[in-house]
């Protein structure tokens, strides 16, 4: 390992130094697992454990024939012979009475395993008596097993054509039965026991008959008219099991120290056959004084478990479980050592059977065929196990010493715990589960035996599943009827690893009463967060859709105990306590009732403002399902529905999105409740939205009229729905239409050739209202933006307190607002919401228009191709056309020059073609066209809708936080594992930030001074806006409106390009890289004051969304100006539009945000929530921020020249602490330098550079650079600025206001005229400055070559 650090230390080019150690505190955004998890629960594993045909054996018939005294006439028996049957020597007694006895024993022997069956003896009976006794007991054991147990001591052996000899009735003939006829009788399920030499001929015979009467079904079933058909055929033999003593060649052993009837008294007196087995080995002369004399005095009963015998047979069904489980498939397993008790036990004694027989040439043969298991090594523990037994025995009985127990249990318990604590991953499951099973049985072990069990339950749901499958399930169910305190935390966590993994078992716990356990560890303020947070999560289970459930925990007083447990500080708990309630009113009204008595929807709004996200998340849809009850309705809870809508309406802006799709499920159970309320309002938006004139978009579409694309004025940008699209997804993307084809999106040239900020991906919005072909419409997404704005949603901060009447109108609001969200998943949802019923409010006010929909769909013209005219790329919702010739601007891809204009293509695509999903309804469809599939019914009854909504609409949070309990709890998180690849990397990354830093600063100490070796220039697919520099490696952002590109800057090449998502009338006004230090996010900040984040960008990976939310929400609309390409620089006072302005404070996790608003907010990433709102107090746009975390300071340069400096740890009416008023005009940058005694430097475009020290009121110096400045920047460490003018060239200075450098032209061998600067950017450690031109291109410029 130290020689793997000192090479990596010698690939970094470093010496041995540690990397800064601030690197590994600085905390990380957005990195939790809400942002690298799709939210949706784990796809669930099919549970096999649960018997779905548990059995009984009911009835068993003992066919004995002995024929004591004469022996048959084909086996030669040795003299001595073996000679006890049932442990009775036949020939102690007359031959009736010895025959009666051995009936009546084998009968007990058997009533030991399965005391309730109804047994019939049939002693030496002719084939009619055996016909009978089957016959009688198939006709009352019905469905159930029928066990036959054949005894052919006396008879001779069974012959090649499948046939057993019984009597004739005066007992001169031995008369052959056939196994086709006893199959008949028998019928199935049966088990089937066969003790007599060569009985593997039997179980051959069996199995050729069962495969006769098979192809005989077969052929009935086929053919009706077959002979067969007419017969009344016998039943199928296939789930019927045999245990036959040897194989067909095979003779039973005769030695005359065992019993004749070895089989027999291996399945049904294991321990005293095994006993006696081992004593006549060689090895039991090491337990001096034991006899079989001695043998047959062991003290105790079998059941006892205290006793020896007891403890003995209990240590023998463990071990044979055990090499069960091992050996046997797992299906094979369940079927006979879990179905059937005296099955289980049989088979149990079969593998000893096994074991015994085969010591003498035996080998006893089973159907199913079980593998080998005589040498398993679970056996030595046997036989140690009875070693000790023994060695005792000779001073117990002749000393009354006491018994010391088996230290069998505990031994297997180390050997689990081993195999926990030592073993790697993926390996072989532990040979030990089954012991720990019975161990559950002792109280000596079972808290040891729980506290392992909840260590291997906490590997994940295999662990579970094989737990399960094991048969732990009764167990652990019978043991919540223990009133033992200390077993609580071990159940209580074994219990939610069981349900995280098979919800099923909630029926189970409420028929036991097991909820009741669970309430009262909830109730328990003694006991720890974690572990009431189990016992709530187990009660949301029992309570999730099951209304036996709800209704026993309501009566078990669950909501009291939950909304006592609102505030706790354990943040599970919470979520869980508010997830629970959720479950618990959800379709149950009684309880909704009860939490309107407790007031727990008032209790509840705490959460909303909780810090932990999904807290807050959580509480949204308590409250959801709160409003969402579909019982009658009266004026206190409408009333109180009310309330719970308003108070949810204030998370409208909620920095995270996964509260905000909670919140859009939550208010559509409202819209489901009130939907005739909703559709009133939802007309008056739709008639309002028609009377309100926009400007037509440019152009109408004629074939000859060729327009730029990114020159048209503001026409709503088109949305992309999956986590929109990235240009590598696109290209892949064949035939968008015809128009199309002649762009020729081939693979290699497609990036190059086009940006994907004008592509829109399959079901995105592009209809606008009043489309040329006919007079429908649907709300698309430019139509609800312009619905939003006209409604103006600014007085959403006055919610609280408007007339219950407009409650229906402000809700629509915020669906219309969360229908605009910079998150897709959240506007998706909100657009279904707000589609559906603004179709249900057209179908409702027009119902004679009906009947037309199927012509209405036909009255666009058909659409070129019938092969997929859209683009559609994988894991997306399937495509829509547009409707809008208007809109097809948004289909064309950008020119590859500017100068060749796109055409925009001349038709219409229909509807009519496309594919049926999961009854969507798409932002383009028409009103009446009914929708796919089912929507057709729907349309008639408003039932169909309501479900619609309330079905399709979900956000999959609950399944997503019970992901939490299935996985494990207790294992070291990877990134704390120092021997890990994640901590390797993180290292790497961390030494490559020092060596970074330490070279760097050596540079920039020497001084600079020249800055003008141009070391990168490349053509930017647009126009760039604004440029950043990762600080550690050699890739730098380039954004234009609303696309980003990734350059790297050493080798000259494009690592991405990708669509960035804001809307059409939108810009991308600045850029962060978020942990820059370690996992780089991107944030961008676009003027409609939304913020997005990303991950996987400029690697091989598509560039994700991790998050987006409004970050700054009534950005002024009077100040937005579009950024019309040069014009915006010329003067920006007059333009007004500062967009959005962000600063990043990695230390403390807070994002300032200000733009053209009058106030700065910050956001706390970790909560992400606004944490402060500032006042600047002035009437003008900030267009700067810079802040320094040590001092809280933050510094604002305004549009109106004045810089302000805040102090964000006072109150919002003292926090401005000065204000500086020096320069008369748009302030391009105000900087704050990061240490103690760092200076404000601010600079206006009048090119003015002002030095201010906070303290005092004046500048302490003032610098004249270029006028009319369009861009500046200042290096953090270097003491360096640059200025970007109108005038086409970069002026560089250093703080004395000496000219370094002046660039003018770009190298090479025209070295042609830069163009008008429109970004400027400094590396924050290396001495590099990005520059980004009006002429497209993005150059690098350096110190010379020898310095660097």
Known sequence: MKMDTDLLLSTLGLSEEEPDMNDWDLPLAFMKKRHSEKIEGSKALAQSWRMKDRMKTVSVALVLCLNVGVDPPDVVKTSPCARLECWIDPLSMSPQKALETIGANLQKQYENWQPRARYKQSLDPTVDEVKKLCTSLRRNAKEERVLFHYNGHGVPRPTVNGEIWVFNKNYTQYIPLSIYDLQTWMGSPSIFVYDCSNAGIIVKSFKQFALQREQELEVAAINPSHPLAQMSLPPSMKNCIQLAACEASELLPMNPDLPADLFTSCLTTPIKIALRWFCMQKSSKLVPGVTLDLIEKIPGRLNDRRTPLGELNWIFTAITDTIAWNVLPRDLFQKLFRQDLLVASLFRNFLLAERIMRSYNCTPVSSPRLPPTYMHAMWQAWDLAVDICLSQLPTIIEEGTAFRHSPFFAEQLTAFQVWLTMGVENRNPPEQLP????????????????????????????????????????????????????????????????????????????????????????????MPAEHRTMAVFILAVIVNSYSTGQEACLQGNLIANCLEQLSDPHPLLRQWVAICLGRIWQNFDPARWCGVRDSAHEKLYILLSDPIPEVRCAAVFALGTFVGNSAERTDHSTTIDHNVAMMLAQLINDGSPVVRKELVVALSHLVVQYESNFCTVALQFIEEEKNYTVPSPANTAEPGNLTPVRDSPAIPRLRSVNSYTNIRAVTTARNLNKSLQNLNLNEEGAPAAFSPGNLSTSSSASSTLGSPDNDEYILSFETLDKMRRVSSYSSLNSLIGVSFNSVYTQIWRVLLHLAADPF????????????????????????????????????????????????????????????????????????????????????????????????????????????????????????????????????????????????????????????????????????????????????????????????????????????????????????????????????????????????????????????????????????????????????????????????????????????????????????????????????????????????????????????????????????????????????????????????????????????????????????????????????????DVRFFEPRTPDSVNVLQTVKGLTALDIHPQANLFACGSMNQFIALYNTSGDVISNIKYYDGFMGQRIGAISCLAFHPHWPHLAVGSNDYYMSIYSTEKRLR
């Open 435 to 526: 012991i720990v099973l019975q161990v559950l049985l002792s109280q000596v072990h079972r808290l040891r035996a729980l506290d392992l069990l909840g260590r291997f339950l906490d590997l994940g749901p295999w662990a579970v599943s094989l737990a399960l499958s094991v048969g732990i399930f009764p167990y652990v169910l019978k043991l919540l009827q223990s009133s033992a305190r200390e077993l609580r935390p071990l159940l209580v966590f074994i219990w939610a690893k069981i349900l995280a993994v098979d919800s099923s078992c909630q029926a189970d716990l409420v028929k036991d009463n097991g909820h009741k356990y669970f309430l009262s560890v909830l109730a328990d303020s003694y």
């Open 824 to 1247: 897709p998943e959240v506007s998706d949802l909100a657009m279904k919401v707000l589609n559906c019923i603004a179709y249900k409010a057209m179908m409702n006010t027009r119902p004679q228009r009906i009947l037309d929909s199927g012509s209405l769909t036909q009255s666009a013209p058909a659409s070129p191709t019938s092969k997929g005219t859209h683009i559609h790329h994988a894991g997306g919702s399937p495509p829509m056309p547009s409707t809008s010739s208007s809109s097809l601007t948004n289909e064309v891809p950008k020119p590859p020059t500017r100068d060749q204009p796109a055409t925009r293509p001349p038709y219409t695509p229909t509807i009519g073609g496309q594919a049926p999903h999961s009854h969507q309804f798409p932002r383009t469809r028409k009103m009446f066209d009914k929708g796919p599939e089912q929507a057709a019914e729907d349309g008639d009854e408003p039932c169909g809708h309501r479900n619609y909504i309330s079905a399709t609409l979900q956000t999959g949070l609950c399944d997503w936080s019970a992901k939490y309990f299935a996985q494990p709890v207790t294992k070291i998180p990877e990134e704390h594992d120092l021997q890990s690849q994640v901590r390797m990397e993180r290292q790497w990354r961390f030494l490559r930030n020092t060596r970074v830093r330490k070279q760097s600063r050596s540079i920039t100490q020497r001084g600079v001074s020249r800055l003008d070796d141009q070391i990168f220039i490349n053509r930017n697919p647009g126009v760039p806006s604004v440029v950043k520099f990762h600080p550690f490696n050699t890739c730098i952002a380039v954004a234009d409106k609303d696309s980003i590109c990734f350059w790297d800057w050493e080798k000259g090449e494009r690592l991405d390009y990708f669509y960035n998502g804001n809307p059409r009338y939108t810009r991308i006004t600045a850029m962060e890289y978020l942990n820059g230090h370690d996992c780089s996010l991107l944030l961008t900040a676009t003027d409609d004051g939304a913020l997005r984040v990303w991950k996987n960008f400029a690697d091989q990976k598509n560039p994700e969304m991790v998050t987006a939310w409004q970050g700054l929400s009534d950005m002024l609309p009077t100040t937005r100006g579009l950024a019309r390409r040069v014009s915006i620089y010329l003067d920006r006072s007059k333009q007004g539009g500062a967009g959005m302005v962000v600063d990043w404070e990695q230390e403390t996790g807070l994002l300032m945000t200000s733009g053209d608003v009058r106030i700065i907010r910050i956001w706390d990433t970790d909560r992400e929530m606004k944490v402060q709102d500032i006042p600047t107090g002035a009437d003008s746009c900030v267009t700067s921020l810079s802040c320094d975390s040590q001092r809280s300071l933050i510094v604002a340069g305004l549009g109106d020249g004045s810089v302000r400096v805040f102090d964000r740890r006072m109150g919002p009416n003292e926090c401005r602490i000065m204000t500086y008023r020096e320069h008369s005009a748009w302030v391009v940058k105000a900087h704050l330098q990061k240490d103690t005694n760092g200076h404000i430097i601010s600079v206006s475009v009048n090119g």
